[in-house]
Every structure is written in structure tokens, then in C-alpha cells.
């Protein structure tokens, strides 16, 4: 999936500004950036829930820019965003047999045990952390073929958000993440990670992630 000179606007500011943004299949790939660069637009103009005010969106090869998001999800694209990315008045159960191809939850809780204590909670009732693992979790029950996430490990522990990063290197999906800066745990040797960074709506560095150092690109 890519964007390409893609311009969005919110009112008067131009958030992405020309963007040429690659997500190649079989890769994870990760919008770098600081707050207000961008990067999560990207993953929004993506997933369709940004529009586009010029450029486009291709998919496999297809123009599917003007394809809205319900469209590109019954395709095969999950996007978790940064809030709002659970259902707080359902159940951890029901919000995980709602992304389960067939109701099968098993995956998720033995990709994230913490959650099976919690199966009977509602989902406004947990922390952050906890609505994080949930919100990854029905992301990895949805067989997608793109999967994007902003921010996947906002609010848990470090062996948690390990954990979560290599899920996601895992997965047989195209993989968007978007984060301030390239994660450690993406950076252990495997499946290949390509980095595109964001400052101020237009990228200023796109490669691999061993090009990448320890605080940004170069």
C-alpha cells in the first residue's frame, strides 16, 4: 500500500504536504516523526478516514482513494488508532469475538494471557495499558492483509510492548506502524523494516531501519 503525493488538510493546516510514503508487502514499515509531523495523518489517509485534498492511494495496484474506510476494511485492512480503538461499552470478550473470523479468541489470549482474567470486564474499565493489548489484539485476530497501528504500545510495561512489537513482526500482513521514534524492539535482525520519517507533512528520510539512529533518522 502507498501514498503518493498526497496532500491532506485539516482547515487551514496542511498536515501532509506531497507525501510519498511506501508499504511493501511482507515488510513492517514505520512512520517516524514528532508530534504534529504528520505521521499519524498518514496512517489515516492509509486507512481512508483522512481524505485526501490532492494525490493518491494505491493498493496491490489500484487506485483506492476515493474507496472509504468501511470499503477498504471489508477489502482486508485494519487500522488500530491511537484512541478510540475499542468498543468501551462491550465486554473484552464480545470486543474480541467481534474481530474473530469464526468467534475464535484463542489466539489473542495466548498472544496476550493478561487478557483472560479480564474477559468479563468492560472495556471501559481497563487501563490504558490493558485497552492497548485489547485493541492489538483484535488487530491480530483479523487476518487482514494491512494492518495499522498507531502508537501500539502506548501505556504497557516494557516486557509487554516487547511482546507486542515482535506479534506484529509476525503477523502475514503488510505492517504500518506509527511511532515518535524507531522502536528497539524492531531493530533485533528478521523480517525487513523500512522507515519513512515526517517533519512538518513531508518526508525527509525513507530506508531501512539499520539506517536509522539510536534518536531518528540521519
Do not use: K
Not at 467481534?98 to 489466539?107: E, K, R, S, Y
Amino acid at each position: 500500500m502507498e501514498l503518493r503525493a498526497a496532500h491532506v488538510r485539516h482547515g487551514p493546516v496542511e498536515a501532509l504536504r506531497g507525501v510519498d510514503l511506501a508499504a511493501p508487502a511482507g515488510t513492517v514499515t514505520v512512520v517516524i516523526g514528532r508530534n504534529g509531523s504528520g505521521r499519524t495523518t498518514a496512517l489515516r489517509a492509509l486507512a481512508g478516514t483522512a481524505p485526501l485534498t490532492a494525490g493518491s492511494v494505491v493498493w496491490d495496484g489500484a487506485d483506492v482513494t476515493r474507496r472509504p474506510p468501511h470499503a477498504r476494511a471489508a477489502a482486508g485492512l485494519c487500522f488500530v488508532p491511537d484512541r478510540q480503538a475499542v468498543f468501551t461499552s462491550l465486554g473484552v470478550a464480545e470486543n474480541l469475538r467481534l474481530a474473530a473470523p469464526g468467534g475464535d479468541i484463542a489466539p489473542a489470549l495466548a498472544a496476550y494471557p493478561e487478557l483472560d482474567r479480564l474477559l468479563g470486564r468492560r472495556a471501559d474499565t481497563l487501563s490504558g495499558g490493558e485497552q492497548r493489548m485489547l485493541a492489538v489484539a483484535r488487530a491480530l485476530l483479523s487476518r487482514a492483509r494491512v494492518v495499522l497501528v498507531d502508537e501500539p504500545t502506548q501505556g504497557m510495561s516494557p516486557r509487554v510492548a516487547a511482546r507486542t512489537y515482535a506479534l506484529l513482526r509476525d503477523l502475514d500482513a503488510a505492517v504500518v506502524l506509527a511511532e515518535q521514534r524507531l522502536p528497539p524492539g524492531l531493530r533485533t535482525p528478521g523480517r525487513p523494516v523500512l522507515v519513512h520519517e515526517l517533519r512538518r507533512g513531508v518526508v525527509v528520510f525513507s530506508g531501512e531501519a539499520g539506517e536509522v539512529g539510536e534518536r531518528g533518522a540521519p
